[in-house]
């Protein structure tokens, strides 16, 4: 299975810092990088069900290659986003449906971290990228 440019560069990332704050301030910088989406994509229709949170999430496929843009209300769920979508940007839905969340997050060093309601939202933010690959391949 194939990963990612930007998975890779997550991995190296956290995989060199030592400390839950180093990887906390890395998760918070990796949320800041998310491009902001407009207002207009910040709709109902875009937001993803069975996140505590407000995360809005909206993606389109580009010869093949799902590639997904999303946002949060919420600092710490906006970083676990941001590294959701470094892992699965450029996938096709097949690839898609292979991604195990769990494995991607302790690789990073954060399962420990995820509450059972950020681990639901994740699960869910996969969830609707999965449907959206099924209803548009």
Request: glycine content about 6%; some cysteine; hydrophobic content about 45%.
């Amino acid at each position: 299975m194939s990963v990612p440019t930007d998975a890779v560069s997550a991995l190296e990332a956290f995989q060199a810092v030592g400390s839950w704050e180093q990887r906390a301030r890395l998760l918070m910088q990796w949320g800041e990088r998310l491009p902001a989406l407009a207002d207009e994509e910040k709709v109902d229709a875009n937001r993803v069900q069975g996140c505590e949170s407000l995360v809005w999430l909206v993606g389109r496929l580009e010869d093949g290659h799902w590639r997904f843009a999303a946002s949060s209300d919420a600092r710490m769920i906006r970083g676990l986003v941001a590294l959701l979508l470094a892992r699965v940007n450029g996938l096709s839905a097949d690839e898609l449906l292979a991604v195990d969340l769990p494995d991607w997050f302790n690789q990073l060093g954060l399962s420990r971290q995820l509450s059972p309601s950020r681990s639901n939202g994740l699960n869910a933010v996969l969830q609707r990228m999965r449907e959206l690959s099924l209803t548009q391949n």
